[in-house]
């Protein structure tokens, strides 16, 4: 499984429904899952992004339907990075001669 970093902001519809917002993460959740991945953390944060989930998926093409998805709602915005693990890390900074 790949390791995703998934930074989320409201849109102006999401936070005007906030009230809603764990009944979509809960959906969310729910539909990560039946498509093979899952979350494995998820915070509330302050600052530059709402908030953040670190979630799995078994592939690219995967989360990226995931993020479609969730933003088709019209309640967030989503960005989202690969994460590497350190061995991956440490293998990728060791190829480097």
């Avoid at 989320?8 to 005007?16: D, M, Q």
């Avoid at 899952?33 to 989930?53: H, I, N, P, Q, R």
């Avoid at 979630?55 to 969730?70: G, H, I, Q």
């Amino acid at each position: 499984m790949t390791t995703y970093i998934v930074l989320i902001n409201w849109t102006e519809l999401g936070a005007k429904n906030v009230r809603e917002s764990p009944k979509r993460l809960d959906a969310a959740k729910k539909l990560l899952g039946e498509m093979g991945g899952s979350f494995k953390s998820f915070y509330l944060t302050m600052g530059e992004c709402d908030m953040v989930a670190i979630v799995e998926a078994p592939d690219d093409a995967v989360l990226a339907r995931f993020a479609l998805l969730l933003s088709s709602g019209g309640s967030v915005k989503t960005r989202t990075m690969k994460a590497f693990p350190e061995f991956a890390y440490r293998e990728i900074i060791s190829s480097l001669g």
